[in-house]
């Protein structure tokens, strides 16, 4: 085995991401740990192996499994760290492995929220490392790792935070070859990183919204959702031009450009965009590549809404919350990415539940005119 090869991988947090990338990693024959809080899942790991399935087969890999109670045994370092724990658990998880990183060791955030300069603060911004995971994945029991998307784009993008490409970007995008089908190197990783964010405070917080059963909506809720969900990105948008950051407008919602986004400030605004997504998505319907035939359908949720039918504490302060914080800093008003906070409190405290219901609610935080 080379020297790159060799490197020693933590995969801290084993859920679907980091399950997902682990399964993979392993496959190829990397030396991969696997860290992880939830003790039947570890137990599992170590017991049967780590299962991975996808919509074209399932494998089963021999990984080393930790609970976080015997990290603190570690001997050797590990030269790379996955970080894909809940953004909540960020600043304690990397505490956690901070002492077992390598001196030229580094970190990846493999998250939903924009937790890079929290990791870098910790581990110094030369130990951190741009990581934006492109894929769905999920954990519904023990030892199972359920990946739901098609295996046909790139499954990761990766660069260092000031922007460029570096030697260790290029041999770790190549180190991990084996996460099918393949990542690329990019010298925007905040881009990156802010594109996959306004998808998250879009599409993530509203799936939890929206619930498990939300079945068809009627014309009129559909009509709302897709304002909804232009108003929410198009906030987040403005927040990174304001701060000199340009996302990818086309993630989500292809038919609306950045400029769109960024000049959607009234009920007109959304009213004709929302006409432009419908009529776009009527011309260019997705097509989906088929499946394995011998494969079961996998149902695909957004993590948010795995955590929602978990009964699991919500990310929506490091997305949508986090949003409405960095608006107030920037002078950037947030009326939808607030309302969406303040239904998903709700629903986090049982004191409102998910479901097509509460397009009407978010309705109101269009402007009136």
């Not at 799936?207 to 959702?225: N, P, T, V, Y």
């Not at 776009?280 to 035939?293: F, L």
């Not at 990310?315 to 303040?342: D, H």
Request: hydrophobic letters at 40%; a positive charge; glycine letters at 10%.
């Amino acid at each position: 085995m080379s020297k790159t090869n060799a490197k020693r991988i933590a995969v801290l947090g084993a859920g679907g991401i980091g399950g997902a990338l682990a399964g993979y990693l392993a496959r190829s024959g990397r030396d991969v740990t696997v860290i992880d809080q939830w003790p039947e899942h570890v137990m599992a790991i170590k017991n049967d192996g780590l299962r991975v399935e996808d919509v074209q087969e399932s494998f089963t890999v021999r990984v080393t499994a930790l609970h976080i109670c015997e990290v603190s045994g570690v001997a050797r370092p590990f030269d790379i760290v996955l970080l894909a724990f809940k953004s909540y658990d960020t600043v304690w998880a990397t505490h956690l492995i901070a002492p077992h990183l390598a001196e030229d060791g580094f970190i990846l955030p493999a998250q939903n929220g924009l937790n890079d300069d929290r990791v870098a603060g910790i581990v110094g911004y030369e130990r951190t490392v741009g990581f934006v995971p492109r894929f769905g994945a999920a954990v519904y029991e023990p030892g199972h790792v359920v990946r739901t998307d098609l295996m046909d784009h790139s499954v990761f993008l990766m660069g260092e935070l000031d922007g460029t490409v570096t030697t260790r970007v290029r041999e770790t995008v190549k180190l991990f070859g084996g996460i099918t089908p393949h990542g690329e190197p990019t010298g925007n990783i905040l881009a990156a990183r802010w594109t996959k964010f306004a998808l998250n405070c879009t599409v993530n917080a509203l799936s939890g919204i929206l619930g498990d059963k939300r079945g068809r909506l009627s014309e009129e809720r559909a009509a709302l959702l897709t304002m909804i969900k232009t108003l929410t990105r198009a906030e987040v948008f403005r927040i990174a031009h304001a701060l000199g950051i340009a996302p990818d407008a086309k993630k989500d919602m292809p038919a609306l450009s950045a400029q769109d986004l960024l000049q959607a400030r009234t009920r007109a605004d959304l009213e004709r965009l929302r006409a432009k997504v419908d009529k776009i998505g009527k011309r260019s319907p997705v097509k989906r590549k088929p499946q394995n035939p011998e494969k079961p359908s996998v149902r695909r949720r957004p993590s948010f809404l795995q955590d929602v039918v978990k009964g699991r504490k919500l990310e929506i302060e490091a997305l949508n919350g986090w949003a409405v914080q960095k608006g107030r800093e920037t002078g950037i008003s947030t009326p939808m990415n607030a309302a969406i906070c303040a239904v998903v409190n709700r629903i986090e405290r049982g004191a409102a539940q998910p479901g097509p219901h509460n397009i009407e609610e978010l309705g109101r935080a269009l402007p009136a005119a």
